[in-house]
């Protein structure tokens, strides 16, 4: 009785079966992923957080040292910039209507329009970039080495929540810190715009002034503080995001870094313009 010393060959793999049975004459025509799908998932996970941090600010315990610690590093980074930057901002402006208002013959009204221009829209913007550009990109670095370093999934694995103990403090920082370098900026960028139009465009202090007194009113300061408000915690929200959400390790956290700012930045452009388009439906002009 011999022995079979060939070797044994495996049977080959079961083929896999078609995801979709066909019926006769149809072709298999291969599924192209949407390019929409996406982009859209990011926007839902992105106001998803958004949701959960506004639930998680009234939940106890609250990291007040955190926030601390965060308000005065944003506060530190951006204080200075923010200052540089509104000098010439209120500059410009007020050089640019003062030449537009002498050229219509309309120089009694130079005050009032640069010092609108500069509280409404250049202040919140200016607050807002500084701290996507400087406090939201920190954030979001700090946040992206914690996740990259697994030490966000050791606090879950503890029951510690890490929106509550990180992302919380933060945007709250944010906020705190656009709200009140907010005040700073108008007043630094008005007294600018001020000095400018009157020793280089040789302006009257006092027509300066009282067209300001004659145009502005109230609700021009409260918009300011809410478009502060509402900038800082999108800046916020969206450096948490990409910080809690970075890929390839290190170099997916730079990545994320720039796409924080740079999302941040065109988000902020956006809900400007909503929010004026609907500041002037609502409230009426001074006089009108």
């Not at 640019?96 to 913007?125: K, M």
């Not at 946040?143 to 919380?168: F, N, T």
């Not at 004026?276 to 001074?286: A, D, F, H, M, N």
Request: proline share 8%.
């Amino acid at each position: 009785m011999s022995i079979d010393s060939r070797p044994t060959v495996p049977p080959p793999p079961p083929q896999a079966s078609p995801p979709v049975a066909l019926d006769k004459g149809e072709r298999a025509v291969p599924r192209t992923p949407n390019p929409l799908l996406g982009p859209l998932r990011q926007t839902g996970k992105l106001f998803a957080l958004g949701l959960e941090v506004t639930r998680a600010v009234f939940r106890r315990p609250f990291q007040f040292r955190e926030f601390v610690e965060q308000f005065w590093f944003i506060a530190s980074v951006t204080i200075l910039p923010a200052a540089l930057v509104s000098i010439p901002f209120g500059a410009v402006i007020a050089l640019q209507v003062g030449s537009l208002t002498q050229q219509l013959g309309a120089q009694s009204f130079t005050g009032g329009a640069s010092v609108l221009a500069v509280i409404q829209q250049a202040s919140p913007l200016i607050v807002a970039l500084l701290i996507a550009g400087a406090g939201g990109s920190a954030i979001c670095a700090d946040l992206g080495s914690r996740k990259i370093r697994e030490e966000l999934d050791a606090m879950e694995v503890m029951g510690v929540s890490p929106v509550q103990r990180l992302v919380v403090p933060r945007v709250l920082a944010t906020m705190s810190v656009a709200l009140l370098l907010n005040g700073m900026v108008s007043v630094v960028g008005t007294l600018g715009g001020y000095f400018f139009n009157v020793v280089l465009q040789h302006g009257t202090p006092g027509a300066y002034l009282q067209s300001f007194s004659a145009l502005a009113q109230l609700p021009d300061l409260y918009i300011s503080e809410l478009k502060a408000l509402i900038f800082g915690f999108i800046a916020g929200i969206v450096a948490a995001y990409r910080g809690l959400n970075p890929r390839g390790g290190p170099k997916g956290v730079g990545d994320a870094v720039n796409q924080s700012v740079v999302i941040t930045f065109i988000l902020l452009f956006f809900v400007n313009m909503v929010m004026t388009g609907i500041y002037l439906q609502i409230v009426p002009p001074k006089g009108g």
